[in-house]
């Protein structure tokens, strides 16, 4: 499954330091941004249930990256 969210990552250094925050908790996951997009796209695939879900939100959220999911 591909998550598609909305963030406030600003730059490709933020986005790496993100990334591999996110692999250091769940390796499997692939992660790419789209910096380009007015919404700062971040994908994930490979997220199988509410947990991995739960602990990208609260890494963001620790990290002060905005992070909202998109339909």
Avoid: H, W
Wanted: aromatic share 8%; hydrophobic share 40%.
């Amino acid at each position: 499954m591909i998550e598609i969210f909305k963030t406030s990552v600003q730059n490709d250094l933020q986005a790496m330091v993100v990334k591999k925050l996110l692999l250091k908790q769940n390796p499997s996951l692939e992660i790419n941004f789209d910096l380009e997009d007015c919404d700062k796209i971040l994908r994930i695939k490979n997220i199988k249930n509410t947990d991995d879900m739960s602990s990208v939100f609260k890494t963001l959220y620790e990290t002060g990256i905005y992070i909202e999911m998109l339909p």
